[in-house]
Nanobody, 127 residues
Framework: QVQLVESGGGLVQAGNSLRLSCAAS????????MGWFRQAPGKEREFVAA????????YYADSVKGRFALSRDNAKNTVYLEMNSLQAEDTAVYYC????????????????????WGQGTQVTVSS
């Protein structure tokens, strides 16, 4: 089992940057695929980015490609989401999630793939 805690959210002006962190504890972090999802008010939770458990592949939603970057530090049991050129449409609660030994583009984009979720961190972008 793994526990996930996100941090780094906040209020930022459009065009600026934020870096989210997700710290994991309780299990072998390196064996987990890690994903970031977001949920805006009145909308379904949507995929943002994910990294396969081997770390070999990273996938992004089209809406964030070129602006967001996912990285992981297995030594620190932490995954990051660097968010640049933020837009008002990026306003949402951001969640990290973990899936044991999963890989594949389609699989990692689906919320049902993930076994564990953090509590979320709010990102608000003012225009």
């Amino acid at each position: 089992q793994v526990q996930l805690v996100e941090s780094g959210g906040g209020l930022v002006q459009a065009g600026n940057s934020l870096r989210l962190s997700c710290a994991a504890s309780g299990s072998t972090f390196s064996g987990y695929a890690m994903g970031w999802f977001r949920q805006a008010p009145g909308k379904e939770r949507e995929f943002v980015a994910a990294n396969s458990w081997s770390g070999a592949n990273t996938y992004y939603a089209d809406s964030v490609k070129g602006r967001f970057a996912l990285s992981r530090d297995n030594a620190k049991n932490t995954v990051y989401l660097e968010m640049n050129s933020l837009q008002a449409e990026d306003t949402a609660v951001y969640y990290c999630a973990a899936a044991w030994r999963r890989s594949g583009n389609s699989l990692l984009r689906a919320t049902r793939t993930y076994d564990y979720w953090g509590q979320g961190t709010q990102v608000t972008v003012s225009s």
